[in-house]
Structure formats: structure tokens, C-alpha cells
DNA sequence: GACGAAACGGCGGGACCCGCCGTTTCTACC
DNA sequence: GGTAGAAACGGCGGGTCCCGCCGTTTCGTC
């Protein structure tokens, strides 16, 4: 019954992924795995085999978020101007991934993954959570029919990882969303 | 004579410097320092003797591209259209970080230097290369007078960044690059 | 209560970055 | 052209990290 796992591992991906949780957000994504072994008090083998890989626990970590985020769409679907929507949707993604250390380094696409079919979790559900966002508003005429979640995703992901570092970075990634979103030079 | 530098210390850096070379090409930003050093038939300290943090070296890596986009932009400077011109250069820049690896990197501001006075050459030579470009463009309402040098680079960097692991980087760069340009969501 | 399997964690290996320090090598001066 | 001093070198040890192995413990079941 203890759904194919047993007790003390249960216990233990708990306690792993509380610690990732602070360390994370301490350190951000480059957090040291064993640091998170040695203060949840297990071995660093421990933490590998509930999570194999970085991008897994980083992914772990940030699947609340995720689901805000994902639960944040559907709401703002069909409500309001389609552009606003969507527009306040992005806006809190790039909220989201400011505050939130290591969400925008989950979310990012590891092609070296040799797994080819979920490679990433988290970008495959915001895309599914923000798809009829998105559609509505290109019916609209907001975006190019071209455009997709992914591209949308891609594209703060990067303005947050390169202004990761900056001061005031919050300001930053949000003065180059508004950039991005009204265009650098957009033809009258 | 030696401009200060003995000459096995100026041979010695020539050599680390075109081992480093192809060394950030093959792996990136994330070379290895020590395989460099190997390659390069010196001491790991020695390395790090000539380029005391890995900024440094890929700053000098990268340097000769950064000339290259700086002539570029002096080029492009009062010729033809004031927006094409510009979206030229950047359209260039995105095109070089692309395909140099380890460029987009060197280009990325880092805060934690401590040195606050000159901590990006590289960036710093490129704003001061393509702020006429720029100016020019604004003037011209080509884009907004806020918008700084810096703005654009750390745009094209974070695009480049997230788009590095995909299959298809350079179209997927382009691609994000082409939308920035036009705006995600530009007002009619 | 005992047995089998699942889970654990310590250990060793390899890679890396870093600082130290004795040694080599160059250069300027005599 | 030889030598003294400084500049440069590079090997060594330490610390951290990620990874795989494997003997041991602990849990769940019969």
C-alpha cells in the first residue's frame, strides 16, 4: 500500500527536497548536492537515486510554482482582453522565475538529455497550461499565428539567466520583457 | 623592450591562448582549465597566472570577434537606414555568439566580480562601439531613447544562452531574435 | 519472528579549482 | 660574457564536487 515505495524513502525524498528547497533558493541553481545530502542528514548516494539527475531535483523543487503558474492560466483564459492576459500571464512568469532561483534554469531545454520523450517536465506543462492562452490571443491578432508557448518561454528564460546576475536584476528582467513584448524596433 | 613581460611569460600566454581557443569552441564556456593547460604543455598555475579567473580567459578568447563587431558597428555608422543598419549589427551579434562558442558568456555581466571598476571589458567595448548605431536609431525613431546599448546585448546574450541546447540553436537564436525585433505583442 | 527485497550510506575514483613554494629561466647590469 | 636578482614556472597537497560500487541496515510481508 505504501504506493509501490516504501516508508523510510518516502520520508526521505521529503526531507531531501524541503533541504534542495532552501539551498536552492540560497544558492540557486548550482546548489552542491552534497551540501543538501549533509543537511538533510543522508548520504549524497541518497539524494542521486531519488534524484538522478539536477535538472530532476531542480524540477522537484520548482513544481509548486509550476503548478501556480499552470492554475494561473487556465483562470486567465477567455477572461478579459486576450493581449492583457496574456501579457499579465508572462508577466508573472518572469515574476516567477526572478524570485524563484533555479525556475528558470528547470525550465530550461537540456538537449543533451539523452531521454527524448519528457525531457522537460515543467516547460511541457506550462506549454500545455498556457496553449489556449496563447491561441486565443493570436486569433485576436495579439501575437503571430507563429509564435508558440515554447518560444514565449524560451525567450524570459533567457532574459532572467542573463540578467541572473546583475544588481537590480529584477528591474532588468522586467525592463527587457517590456522591451521584448512592444517590440526593439517594431515597424509602424 | 619586453613591454614589461619576459619573453617565455608572452610565449607562454600565446600558446595557452590558441589552446583555449579551440578548447572553448570543442566544449564551450566550461572548458576545461586544466585540460587547456595540459594541451598547452604548462603548469595549471600558469594558467591561471595569465588569466586569473575564467572570465579573463574568455574574454581574451573572445576578443578578437569583439574587435570585429566593434569595426562593424563603426562601419554601419551613418550608412543606409538607421534601423536596418542596426538591426545589421545585431542581427551580426547574434550570428557571432552563436556560432563562437563561449562568446554569449564572456558577454554576460558578472556581479560577483568584485572589481567594480572595469569588470567586462568586452561589453564595454561593444556599447561604446554601437552606441552611435544606436543613437543614430533613436533619433530616427527606430527605438525607444531609453533603450541602451546594454540593453540589447544582454537581450541577444539571454537568447543565445537559453536557445544553447537545443538541436537547432542558430535557427532557434534567429527565431527569437526576429521576434524581439518585431515585438511579441506590439500595439497597433 | 524470519526472510527477501528495497533502500541506505560509506568508500574510492576521477575531475576540477585553488594556493603555496622550491626551482628554473630569463634579463639587465657589470 | 658572466652573474645576480627577479620573474616566471610547475608540481604538490588540499578542498569540493559528482559519480559508481557494494556491503549493510531497515522495512514490509508471509
Redesign the pocket.
Known amino acids: ?2 504506493d509501490h ?5 518516502r520520508r ?2 521529503a526531507r531531501i527536497l524541503a533541504v534542495a528547497e532552501d539551498e536552492v533558493a540560497a544558492n540557486g541553481a548550482a546548489a ?4 543538501i545530502a549533509r543537511v538533510a ?6 539524494v ?3 534524484f538522478p ?2 535538472r530532476a531535483l531542480l524540477e522537484a523543487v520548482s513544481r509548486q510554482r509550476i503548478e501556480a503558474l499552470s492554475v494561473r492560466a487556465r483562470e486567465l483564459t477567455g477572461r478579459g482582453d486576450s493581449r492583457d492576459a496574456l501579457l499579465e500571464w508572462l508577466g508573472e512568469v518572469v515574476a516567477y522565475c526572478v524570485s524563484a532561483r533555479g525556475l528558470a534554469a528547470a525550465l530550461t531545454y537540456d538537449g543533451a538529455g539523452s531521454d527524448p520523450v519528457h525531457d522537460n517536465a515543467c516547460s511541457a506543462a506550462l506549454e500545455e497550461a498556457a496553449g489556449p492562452l496563447l491561441q486565443r490571443a493570436a486569433r485576436d491578432g495579439a501575437v503571430a499565428t507563429s509564435v508558440t508557448v515554447a518560444d514565449l518561454i524560451t525567450l524570459i528564460v533567457g532574459i532572467v539567466l542573463a540578467t541572473e546576475h546583475h544588481p537590480d536584476h529584477a528591474v532588468r528582467a522586467d525592463r527587457l520583457f517590456r522591451l521584448a513584448v512592444a517590440g526593439l524596433s517594431p515597424r509602424r
Open positions: 500500500m505504501p515505495q516504501r516508508a523510510d524513502a526521505n525524498y552542491s548536492l552534497e551540501q542528514g543522508v548520504g549524497s548516494a541518497t542521486r537515486r531519488h539527475t539536477r
